[in-house]
């Protein structure tokens, strides 16, 4: 059990004035924000963790399209084995086995070693009705975005390293989106750097508790679902969680822990 802390207090207007950061772009406009409650949360127990240092580490889990995993610095690396003029053939997604409540805290380090790409994280997917994401009865899936956008699976994801096109390159958003379906449930701006001048790994960390979704980049509020419209997220609960990467992006991973929230 990881001893209790605080893992974000209350973020208003001038909480994210300070940030730097506006909330979002285009599902906000001339709507009122959500009624949902400025709540604080806390970090109760750790569900899952995985290092993703080996293949010992990955056993159980589910690549969907053609890709490799590797570990070349004792980190996972994810590479598409197609090439990206392949289109959407050529894309992924590695699902963890596991399936978590509502109510988690999703946290994973992230560096990309190659772009143009796309990094994404699906979190509370399941079948539609209710499913473990990997249960066999369920349509095949092969990384094409259409195999989950119109598929028998309702997922949220959060796509938070958008570097594929021209326009996501020359000027950076975070999207969250809901399937089926294709609807972008809010945007807000990506301060993630090119390739050439990344640091290291960022810590990536996503907040999914009942209405509240909070993307966190090393530990900086970048999006907050209680800015967007009343009631846009939909009903998202319990489900498992997957890397996606679109070609030609290299990525590493490592470091995934899963933890149980509480309210404060």
């Known amino acids: 059990?990881?001893?209790?802390?605080?893992?974000?207090?209350?973020?208003?207007?001038?909480?994210?004035?300070?940030?730097?950061?506006?909330?979002?772009?285009?599902?906000?406009?001339?709507?009122p924000c959500s009624t949902e409650p400025r709540r604080n949360f806390?970090?109760?127990?750790?569900?899952?963790?995985?290092?993703?240092?080996?293949?010992?580490?990955?056993?159980?889990f589910v690549m969907e399209g053609h890709a490799s995993a590797t570990f070349p610095n004792d980190r996972l690396r994810i590479e598409n084995l197609?090439?990206?003029?392949?289109?959407?053939?050529?894309?992924?997604?590695?699902?963890?086995?596991?399936?978590?409540?509502?109510?988690?805290?999703i946290q994973w380090e992230f560096q990309p070693f190659r772009e143009p790409g796309l990094a994404m994280m699906f979190f509370a997917c399941s079948g539609t009705n209710g499913?473990?994401?990997?249960?066999?009865?369920?349509?095949s899936r092969a990384g094409e975005y259409?195999?989950?956008?119109d598929g028998d699976i309702r997922t949220l994801h959060i796509s938070y390293f958008r570097r594929r096109l021209?326009?996501?390159?020359?000027?950076?958003?975070?999207n969250l989106r809901r399937t089926p379906g294709f609807k972008l449930v809010g945007q807000a701006p990506?301060?993630?750097?090119p390739v050439p001048d990344w640091p290291g790994p960022y810590k990536m960390e996503i907040i999914k508790a009942g209405q509240v979704v909070v993307m966190k980049m090393n530990d900086h509020i970048v999006l907050d679902s209680r800015n967007f419209p009343p009631d846009i997220l939909g009903k998202y609960e319990s489900g498992n969680i997957g890397f996606r990467q679109m070609a030609?992006?290299?990525g590493e991973y490592a470091n995934l822990i899963v933890s149980k929230l509480i309210t404060v």
């Open 1 to 31: 059990m990881m001893r209790r802390r605080t893992f974000f207090g209350q973020v208003g207007a001038a909480g994210a004035a300070s940030l730097g950061l506006a909330y979002p772009v285009r599902a906000q406009q001339s709507a």
């Open 42 to 60: 806390e970090i109760a127990d750790v569900l899952y963790m995985n290092h993703l240092a080996s293949p010992a580490d990955i056993r159980g």
């Open 82 to 105: 197609l090439p990206s003029d392949l289109g959407q053939k050529a894309n992924l997604v590695f699902w963890c086995p596991e399936r978590f409540p509502d109510n988690v805290s």
């Open 131 to 139: 499913e473990d994401i990997l249960d066999p009865k369920l349509k």
């Open 146 to 149: 259409n195999h989950y956008k």
């Open 166 to 174: 021209v326009t996501e390159r020359a000027f950076h958003f975070v």
């Open 190 to 193: 990506d301060p993630l750097p």
């Open 248 to 250: 030609p992006l290299i």
